[in-house]
């Protein structure tokens, strides 16, 4: 344990894994939703100062609460809250470096880290972006999220009206099916909507290179302005080819970690969207250093969010401090218990469909701890 006389001393860390069931599972090209899982950070200082993050659950939520309640707890209580760069720096040197758990310690420190920033600025009452040297301004936003998967062109025209009517001017259509069906549905889109919806896909790595041969003629003639992961993250090769078969973006990032990751994903070439998730790359702190990175490259950072209001909010703030910002994925489903209840919500679209970042302290999201505890871990798998 760290020794400290600073009132932002951290007393106690808490790693709560929670789960819902859903109703209507939306079927993507990793399989149809079946429940939905988050992990919750909350960090305590010895002053009594609260901080909230969110961890991605990594399809093993139990597993993932676990490790931050035992080793990360371990390494970081009696440290300060406001040194979040020797938080990182421990974390890494003890445990992600060498010998440790890799993504999943990623995963757990994301959200460790989420927390302290939020503890950062409700100790001097200012919003994330303000202490991250950003400020207030709209954040064009897409609907994304679990939603819009595979369906009829039919119903997924009228699920993408609806979204339309709500103020989204561009929204994410979910290929991995089968390119004939996939190229299906994008038509169907541009069809009913033309140009005046700004349409992006994601393959959740279900393709090979022979359906992006098949698939990148049509993204390109109806003006997909990115194809999201249509490879593993670590099939760099395949990344590689897929750069011959047309004009339309590649988009990757939400499944690397660290600015290790980014560091060779950049390198490589390939890819000209770049999707750090603050729940899974390491956090505000490590984020910040991936766009960095990416600035340098003139590429820019559209975050991947996930499930409730605190790594919304963290997203949103984070594009409002850095120079290379892009749009902010809203989470559209149906079914979200944790973005509806869990949290506060600050995903409110304005006229222009748009967003901006809360004004409170830290994140400026309320949590609902009694949610947690009326809905506890489901183990198992999130997709079948």
Request: hydrophobic share 40%; net charge negative.
């Amino acid at each position: 344990m760290i020794n400290t006389d600073s009132s932002l001393k951290i007393s106690r860390i808490e790693g709560i894994a929670s789960s819902f069931p859903v109703k209507q599972g939306v079927t993507l090209g990793i399989g149809r939703a079946v429940k939905r899982d988050a992990i919750i950070v909350k960090v305590t200082t010895e002053s009594g100062l609260v901080g909230w993050g969110e961890s991605h659950h990594g399809r093993a939520p139990g597993a993932i609460a676990q490790l931050i309640n035992t080793t990360l707890r371990q390494l970081v209580v009696g440290m300060d809250a406001s040194d979040v760069v020797g938080v990182w720096n421990r974390i890494y040197s003890r445990q992600l470096i060498s010998h440790g758990m890799g993504q999943a310690c990623a995963l757990a420190m994301s959200g460790l880290d989420q927390a302290l920033w939020d503890i950062r600025g409700k100790a001097v009452g200012w919003p994330l972006y303000k202490l991250l040297g950003g400020s207030s301004r709209p954040i064009p936003a897409y609907a994304g999220g679990i939603s819009l998967g595979f369906q009829p062109s039919a119903e997924l025209v009228e699920e993408a009206q609806a979204l339309r009517a709500q103020g989204y001017r561009a929204v994410k259509l979910r290929f991995g099916d089968t390119p004939a069906r996939d190229i299906e549905r994008l038509t169907a889109m541009r069809k009913s909507f033309g140009n005046e919806l700004v349409i992006m896909v994601d393959a959740n790595t279900a393709y090979t290179l022979a359906d992006l041969r098949t698939v990148m003629p049509v993204l390109d003639e109806l003006n997909a302005i990115w194809l999201e992961e249509p490879f593993a993250a670590h099939d760099y090769r395949s990344y590689r080819q897929a750069t011959a078969l047309g004009r339309t973006p590649l988009a990757a990032g939400e499944n690397h970690c660290t600015r290790f990751e980014f560091n060779r994903l950049i390198a490589e070439g390939a890819v000209q969207i770049l999707q750090p998730d603050l729940s899974k790359a390491g956090g505000v702190t490590e984020v910040m250093r991936i766009a960095a990175m990416a600035s340098a490259e003139k590429l820019p950072i559209h975050p991947h969010t996930l499930a409730s209001g605190l790594n919304m909010a963290a997203s949103m703030h984070l594009l409002c401090a850095i120079d290379n910002p892009g749009y902010f994925e809203a989470d559209v489903s149906r079914e979200n218990l944790f973005r509806d209840h869990l949290t506060s919500r600050p995903d409110r679209l304005d006229e222009n469909g748009c967003v901006r970042p809360p004004d409170g302290p830290g994140l400026g999201i309320d949590v609902d701890e009694q949610f947690l505890v009326a809905h506890p871990v489901i183990e198992g798998p999130a997709y079948v």
